[in-house]
Protein backbone atom coordinates (compact mmCIF):
# COMPACT_ATOMS: atom_id res chain seq x y z
CA UNK A 1 0.00 0.00 0.00
CA UNK A 2 1.55 3.11 -1.19
CA UNK A 3 1.69 6.14 1.22
CA UNK A 4 -0.43 8.46 -0.18
CA UNK A 5 -3.66 5.67 0.33
CA UNK A 6 -2.52 5.05 3.64
CA UNK A 7 -2.80 8.37 4.47
CA UNK A 8 -5.97 8.88 2.90
CA UNK A 9 -7.42 5.76 4.35
CA UNK A 10 -6.24 7.08 7.96
CA UNK A 11 -7.69 10.66 6.33
CA UNK A 12 -11.14 9.35 5.43
CA UNK A 13 -11.50 6.87 8.79
CA UNK A 14 -10.98 9.75 11.02
CA UNK A 15 -13.50 11.58 9.49
CA UNK A 16 -16.12 9.06 9.78
CA UNK A 17 -15.03 8.73 13.54
CA UNK A 18 -15.57 12.22 13.81
CA UNK A 19 -19.30 11.67 11.99
CA UNK A 20 -20.46 9.07 14.12
CA UNK A 21 -19.40 11.66 17.42
CA UNK A 22 -21.67 14.75 15.73
CA UNK A 23 -24.32 12.50 14.79
CA UNK A 24 -26.61 11.96 17.82
CA UNK A 25 -25.80 15.65 19.34
CA UNK A 26 -26.92 17.27 15.65
CA UNK A 27 -29.42 15.25 15.98
CA UNK A 28 -31.05 16.31 19.59
CA UNK A 29 -30.33 19.89 19.16
CA UNK A 30 -32.33 19.75 15.48
CA UNK A 31 -35.20 17.57 17.21
CA UNK A 32 -35.50 19.90 20.30
CA UNK A 33 -35.43 22.92 18.30
CA UNK A 34 -38.87 24.99 17.37
CA UNK A 35 -37.93 22.99 13.60
CA UNK A 36 -40.06 19.91 15.29
CA UNK A 37 -43.29 22.55 16.08
CA UNK A 38 -43.16 24.42 12.64
CA UNK A 39 -41.91 22.06 9.76
CA UNK A 40 -42.31 25.53 7.42
CA UNK A 41 -38.72 26.26 9.08
CA UNK A 42 -37.42 22.67 8.30
CA UNK A 43 -38.03 23.28 4.87
CA UNK A 44 -35.86 26.38 4.71
CA UNK A 45 -33.02 24.99 7.05
CA UNK A 46 -32.84 22.09 4.66
CA UNK A 47 -32.79 24.23 1.36
CA UNK A 48 -29.52 25.98 3.19
CA UNK A 49 -28.45 23.13 3.74
CA UNK A 50 -28.43 21.53 0.47
CA UNK A 51 -26.54 24.82 -0.83
CA UNK A 52 -23.89 23.77 1.63
CA UNK A 53 -23.81 20.20 0.44
CA UNK A 54 -23.84 21.73 -3.20
CA UNK A 55 -20.97 24.08 -2.87
CA UNK A 56 -18.37 21.28 -0.70
CA UNK A 57 -19.05 18.24 -3.40
CA UNK A 58 -18.41 20.86 -6.30
CA UNK A 59 -15.35 21.59 -4.06
CA UNK A 60 -14.25 18.30 -3.57
CA UNK A 61 -15.19 16.70 -6.89
CA UNK A 62 -13.33 19.68 -8.70
CA UNK A 63 -9.93 18.69 -6.36
CA UNK A 64 -7.59 16.42 -8.08
CA UNK A 65 -4.92 15.13 -6.49
CA UNK A 66 -3.07 14.41 -10.17
CA UNK A 67 -2.38 18.22 -9.81
CA UNK A 68 -0.38 18.35 -6.16
CA UNK A 69 3.55 16.98 -5.78
CA UNK A 70 3.13 13.98 -3.88
CA UNK A 71 6.95 14.43 -2.73
CA UNK A 72 6.50 17.37 -0.83
CA UNK A 73 4.54 16.51 2.61
CA UNK A 74 3.36 19.87 3.01
CA UNK A 75 1.67 19.69 -0.62
CA UNK A 76 0.36 16.64 0.00
CA UNK A 77 -0.93 17.10 3.55
CA UNK A 78 -2.80 20.59 2.39
CA UNK A 79 -4.31 18.54 0.10
CA UNK A 80 -5.56 15.75 2.46
CA UNK A 81 -6.69 18.73 4.97
CA UNK A 82 -8.67 20.42 2.04
CA UNK A 83 -10.26 17.27 1.16
CA UNK A 84 -11.10 16.03 4.59
CA UNK A 85 -12.88 19.29 5.49
CA UNK A 86 -14.72 18.80 2.44
CA UNK A 87 -15.74 15.49 3.25
CA UNK A 88 -16.89 16.81 6.68
CA UNK A 89 -18.63 19.07 5.39
CA UNK A 90 -20.87 16.97 2.81
CA UNK A 91 -21.03 14.02 5.80
CA UNK A 92 -22.05 16.95 8.30
CA UNK A 93 -24.95 17.92 5.70
CA UNK A 94 -25.96 14.52 4.75
CA UNK A 95 -26.66 14.07 8.70
CA UNK A 96 -28.64 17.64 8.73
CA UNK A 97 -30.57 16.42 5.73
CA UNK A 98 -31.39 12.97 7.12
CA UNK A 99 -32.69 14.52 10.58
CA UNK A 100 -34.62 17.37 8.91
CA UNK A 101 -36.37 14.79 6.73
CA UNK A 102 -37.29 13.14 9.31
CA UNK A 103 -38.53 15.73 10.80
CA UNK A 104 -40.59 16.84 7.69
CA UNK A 105 -41.83 13.31 6.40
CA UNK A 106 -41.01 10.48 9.23
CA UNK A 107 -38.56 8.13 9.72
CA UNK A 108 -37.63 7.03 5.86
CA UNK A 109 -35.20 4.54 5.62
CA UNK A 110 -34.73 4.93 1.98
CA UNK A 111 -33.85 8.29 2.33
CA UNK A 112 -30.99 7.32 5.20
CA UNK A 113 -29.69 4.31 3.05
CA UNK A 114 -29.72 6.88 -0.18
CA UNK A 115 -27.36 9.32 1.69
CA UNK A 116 -25.60 6.45 3.12
CA UNK A 117 -24.55 5.38 -0.15
CA UNK A 118 -24.22 9.37 -1.44
CA UNK A 119 -21.24 9.66 1.24
CA UNK A 120 -19.61 6.06 0.50
CA UNK A 121 -19.46 6.91 -3.22
CA UNK A 122 -17.85 10.70 -2.11
CA UNK A 123 -15.43 8.15 -0.12
CA UNK A 124 -14.86 6.16 -3.30
CA UNK A 125 -14.62 8.85 -5.59
CA UNK A 126 -11.72 9.86 -2.69
CA UNK A 127 -9.80 7.16 -3.10
CA UNK A 128 -10.30 6.36 -7.27
CA UNK A 129 -8.40 10.13 -7.08
CA UNK A 130 -5.66 8.83 -5.51
CA UNK A 131 -5.26 5.90 -7.57
CA UNK A 132 -5.15 7.82 -10.35
CA UNK A 133 -1.31 9.70 -9.36
Known sequence: MTKMIKENLIKNLFIIVLLLLCYLPIKKYLLSSNLVVETTGAGDVLAAVSILSVIACFGNFAFTYEKI???????????????????????????????LVEILMGNFIIVDLSLIILYLACVGYDFWDVLKI
Not at 71 to 85: A, Q
Open 69 to 99: RVSFSLERYLSHIVTGLLMLIIGISLMFTSV
